[in-house]
């Protein structure tokens, strides 16, 4: 495909129940991103994934947040026991090797009702 | 811990107006800053500085970078209804080039 792609695009959910949201990086792209967006806030940075390296997880904000990659595709960011303060948008963003900028996806819209 | 603020928070200009986004930053580590524009959804990437006082252009738009004052700024000259959105600032400080911190974003809204 041509760019980042996410899914689902919107997700509503009950308070309390585990989500699951995707996200297929650009194809040959080593890195991958997760950001979370507030609504009126700017993105906040969650987790990447370099290769084979251990992820950086170093802007999880708990212990229910965590992701997965498999090789150099496909990732996977859940949540469990989703909180209403949970609510955001959730991009998921791509990059190729070297010097080169992000490339988002157009996220999910996580609604916790 | 690093901080990146952007301002004005909103603006409301006419078709024609020119305009200056301001994006100021204290980082432990400086890579580069980088601009982005959000639309609905996806932000897309406008321009990567790394340099001092060489402005980037691209069309009406152009940005520049100050490194002893810390801040960078966004041009859009002739606005246009297109260019309605949020202009996100950013500072790649961190271990990799894309682990940005962002600012809260700039709404711009360009009246016919």
């Known amino acids: 495909g041509a760019g980042v792609s996410q899914s689902p695009s919107n997700k509503v959910t009950e308070k309390g129940k585990d989500v699951e949201l995707r996200c297929d990086p650009i194809s040959g792209h080593t890195a991958l991103y997760w950001y979370r967006q507030r609504l009126g806030q700017g993105l906040e940075f969650l987790i990447y994934?370099?290769?084979?390296?251990?992820?950086?997880k170093s802007g999880l904000p708990s212990d229910r947040f965590s992701a997965e990659r498999t090789g150099e595709s496909v990732s996977t960011l859940t949540i469990q026991r989703t909180q209403q303060e949970d609510s955001a948008v959730y991009l998921c963003?791509?990059?190729?090797?070297?010097?080169?900028?992000?490339?988002f996806g157009n996220g999910t819209r996580l609604t916790v009702t | 811990e690093d901080k990146v603020v952007q301002s004005p928070l909103s603006l409301v200009v006419h078709e024609g107006d020119t305009v200056t986004l301001n994006c100021s930053y204290e980082?432990?580590?400086?890579?580069?800053l980088l601009w982005y524009k959000q639309e609905k959804k996806a932000p897309t990437f406008l321009f990567m500085l790394t340099s001092s006082g060489i402005e980037k252009k691209s069309g009406r738009l152009s940005s520049i970078l100050d490194k002893k004052e810390l801040f960078s700024i966004l041009n859009i000259t002739a606005t246009q209804t297109g260019d309605s959105a949020i202009y996100l600032c950013a500072n790649a400080g961190g271990t990799s080039y894309g682990k940005l911190t962002f600012g809260q974003g700039t709404i711009l809204t360009v009246h016919p």
């Open positions: 980082v432990t580590n400086f890579r580069s």
């Open positions: 994934f370099q290769g084979n390296s251990a992820p950086d």
């Open positions: 963003a791509s990059m190729g090797q070297g010097r080169t900028p992000l490339h």
